[in-house]
């Protein structure tokens, strides 16, 4: 499997993962009664993933759409009698 290594220098990284979790939601997670949420970091990396996932679902969607409005054609020689 591929990797894709992202750096974070050491006296950065809280810094970062306080606003993924911030910005993400990471405080209106549901837990259930006697189940540990994920920590901070291991939920700011699944954030990554979902941006990582959008990315990909949204511009394949956008070559999709651009492809399909390419293929048809429109309909000629119709009129109305007059």
Known sequence: MAQIVLNIPDEQLSRVV??????????????????????????????????????????????ARRSAELAVSPVTGMEFEK
């Open 18 to 63: 306080e606003a993924l979790c911030a910005r993400h939601g990471y405080e209106d997670i549901f837990v259930e009664e006697g189940v540990s949420p994920p920590s901070k970091g291991s939920f700011a990396q699944g954030v990554v993933v979902d941006l990582l996932n959008r990315s990909v679902r949204e511009h394949e969607e956008e070559v």
